[in-house]
């Protein structure tokens, strides 16, 4: 046979023909790929010398899943179906084959990759290797037979959990479930796995019996399935809100499972066309390859970030001790710096609480973290110690001289090579920077809370922030596994700022007699993690009106803050800290605060408000028209240009539903000349607030949209 393929390596071992399958970057299943796999395979079954088939991958994939770019240009359901079906039979083709083939994996096993090996006879991984479907995360369901045949391997509870969640499982999980066959050394795959085969050619092992599709002892009676299906379809309804896959995914199982598998095959691809062509799938699609693009900018494209090996953080409070976390657990050589030893041992205690999660789930032992305390971590209340630091971040008092005085104690300490890092959330980075000799070297790093869970972190280039800064912080960011987006300096930076506009449109409503429990209820069916009152009593409504304050001072009339907001800050009832907020938290149970209450009553006598219903839609409508517009402001103000970066800042780091898209990608599906219409109706409503930017009227003009490029 052919030996000679583009994307496949062949060796014939005492008689079985291995496939070493390697099509950069993770071995996805392109169309050439495929096209080439399939040649392979059938001149190996034409090949009296090849008697049995391995195939395995390179590096760190078997076959890591399919070229998911290829579906964003899909837009009917005919543009797919056909290849789709194609596929699928291909699959089928292995199964039923005369020949034997074993799969040796070698690496990420995952969506159509998983496919490819259960549709193989017999299945070989190496230890620790990742095996799963995926693909609901990405707004689709497994395409290539994966929810007929995990069932038959896993159980149909187990396959329910893997599809309609889509996390991997390592080797040895999956061993214990019956999808692999055998779990073995890495360096003795490929031989183990021709060994298996050979145990096909010496009628050891039935090649119709190791079929998959004949695989009946996992599924369930009639009535075991009908009651675990019933189940599943209400759990998943309720968790999948807003989402089309996973139910997608449960009808497949569902109806599928018979003795005619190629009829469940066929309606399988069905349902994976009806997500692949919907905008929930092209909005996760785009996420995720967005997240892999994020922080690769041209302007720091051919620059080398400097190595990071010590890390000091300054401040031990909830934020620093998030963040010790994360520096712990990614091997950074760590030093601790606080005011004195009092807060030292508070700030230790609150990284070990950051632990006790894992702990509890067994996924660390408590010896491995006392091993990580005493090998990594360093704690001081002497800057001076921090003379051999890569990287200083600082998350200390919000106060502009404290934070210039540390700075410039550490500039006289720290090697040049050294980054400045700032956590503020509000100060202006190029004002704290100019009082150093090198700007250049300082950096905002705004991690959210809580540090260690959430994925966000939102680097702010100052006025004169070098691009070895630049470049050295996003390799950090992803080296700690968070998504880098990267923004200029500016008040609130992006994600505050932008939040409030998604948010702030909502005292207007209020103010307009709008009832703040519906303003809440629509924002949470809209698809948000909570609404405006609940977020300000968890983050403080005294910050949030200082905040608010501070644009006002900075960027004009537009932004001044609304009179029943300044009411509602002089109650002094600031949130949960306080005890109570937009509600009282005294109770059991949060029940709306009678101060406030009384204050918008107040409110609405003195100035002849009447009570005012609208519907979810015309609440959203508003609430998002707020935000569009803001986030079109900051692009006019050069905050950031990159609306894929804006919509994953708002997703990673507010909740915003992923299958929206986020903000701009909404804003593009709802239409700018629609757009622009709602900001002119509110603003001859509401004031100059909801004032259209030029850059939307721009947009409209020329039929532009945000996601053009």
């Known amino acids: 046979m052919k030996t000679d393929f583009k994307t496949i390596a062949v060796e014939v071992k005492e008689g079985v023909g291995v496939f070493t399958m390697n099509n950069p970057p993770v071995n996805q299943l392109s169309q050439h790929f495929v096209e080439e796999l399939a040649q392979a395979i059938s001149e190996a079954y034409a090949d009296d010398a090849i008697q049995a088939i391995v195939l395995t991958g390179t590096g760190k994939n078997f076959i890591a899943g399919a070229d998911i770019t290829q579906i964003l240009g899909i837009e009917t359901r005919d543009d797919l179906l056909g290849p789709a079906l194609e596929g699928t039979r291909f699959l089928s083709s292995i199964e039923i084959g005369k020949k034997p083939v074993v799969a040796a994996i070698n690496g990420n096993c995952l969506g159509g990759g998983l496919e490819i090996a259960m549709a193989c006879h017999y299945r070989v991984a190496a230890r620790g290797v990742n095996l799963g479907q995926p693909e609901v995360q990405i707004g689709l369901i497994p395409g290539g037979g994966g929810t007929q045949r995990l069932p038959r391997l896993v159980g149909l509870r187990y396959a329910l959990e893997m599809i309609t969640i889509g996390r991997p499982i390592k080797a040895e999980k999956a061993h214990q479930r019956g999808l692999v066959d055998k779990v073995v050394d890495a360096g003795k795959l490929v031989e183990k796995a021709v060994a298996a085969a050979r145990r096909f050619v010496t009628g050891e092992l039935n090649i119709k019996a190791r079929m998959t599709r004949n695989q009946y002892h996992w599924i369930p009676s009639a009535a075991e399935k009908k009651t675990m299906m019933g189940f599943t379809k209400a759990m998943t309804a309720a968790q999948s809100k807003g989402y ?17 598998i190629d009829t469940d095959l066929d309606r399988e691809v069905e349902l994976f066309v009806d997500c692949a062509v919907s905008d929930v799938a092209k909005n996760l699609i785009g996420i995720f390859l967005n997240t892999r693009a994020a922080g690769r900018l041209l302007r720091i494209k051919d620059v080398e970030p400097a190595p990071i090996k010590k890390v000091a953080m300054l401040g031990g409070g909830v934020m620093g001790s998030g963040i010790v976390s994360l520096l ?64 200083v971040i600082e998350a ?28 503020t959330s509000a100060l202006p980075i190029s004002e704290m920077a100019a009082i150093l000799a090198d700007p250049g070297r300082m950096i905002g790093l705004h991690f959210f809370n809580p540090a260690h ?8 280039c100052a006025e004169k922030t070098s691009d070895t800064a630049l470049s050295t912080s996003v390799a950090f960011a992803r080296a700690i596994k968070k998504v880098p987006i990267v923004v200029n300096d500016g008040p609130g930076f992006y994600v505050s700022r932008q939040l409030g506009g998604l948010m702030g449109g909502a005292v207007y409503l209020s103010a307009d007699g709008v009832n703040g429990a519906a303003i809440e209820q629509a924002m949470i ?16 409504i005294d910050i949030n009106y200082h905040v608010n304050k501070t644009f006002e001072k900075k960027l004009g009339e537009r932004y001044k803050v609304h009179p029943l ?60 028209a707020n935000a569009i517009n803001e986030a079109a402001y900051m ?21 915003f539903p992923p299958y929206r898209g986020g903000i701009l990608r909404y804003a593009d599906k709802w239409g700018l000349d629609n757009v622009h219409a709602k900001l002119v109706e509110l603003e001859k409503t509401y004031g100059v607030h909801f004032k259209p930017a030029g850059m939307i009227k721009a947009m409209v003009g020329s039929g532009k949209t945000f996601y053009s490029k």
Request: glycine content about 8%; some cysteine; proline content about 5%.
């Open 244 to 260: 089309i896959a996973p139910m997608k995914a449960v009808e497949a199982i569902d109806k599928g499972l018979s003795f005619d």
């Open 328 to 391: 712990l657990k990614g091997g950074y050589q760590t030093v601790l710096w606080d005011i004195n030893q009092t807060a030292l041992e508070k700030g230790v205690g609150a990284v070990k609480k950051t632990f006790a999660y894992p702990i509890k789930k067994r996924k660390m032992k408590q010896q491995d973290l006392d091993a990580m305390l005493e090998n990594q971590l360093q704690t001081t209340t002497d800057l001076k110690q921090l003379g051999d630091v890569d990287l």
């Open 396 to 423: 200390v008092l919000e106060d502009m001289q404290v934070k210039q005085d540390i700075w410039k104690q550490l500039e006289g300490i720290c090697p040049a090579h050294t980054v400045f890092a700032t956590n």
């Open 453 to 460: 869970r959430m994925q966000l972190l939102e680097i702010i």
């Open 525 to 540: 069916n809209f698809g948000m993690p909570m609404g405006p009152s609940t977020l300000a009593d968890l983050t403080g």
């Open 565 to 624: 907001t300044e009411l509602i800050y002089q109650t002094g009832c600031y949130g949960r800290k306080t005890g109570a907020g937009y509600m009282d938290y005294s109770g059991d149970v949060p029940v709306p605060n009678p101060k406030v209450t009384a204050v918008v009553q107040q409110y609405f006598e003195e100035n002849g408000i009447l009570p005012k219903e609208l519907s979810e839609q015309e609440i959203v409508d508003l609430m998002l």
């Open 635 to 655: 692009m006019e103000a050069g905050i950031c240009d990159r609306p894929q970066d804006m919509d994953l800042a708002m997703i990673y780091g507010t909740g």
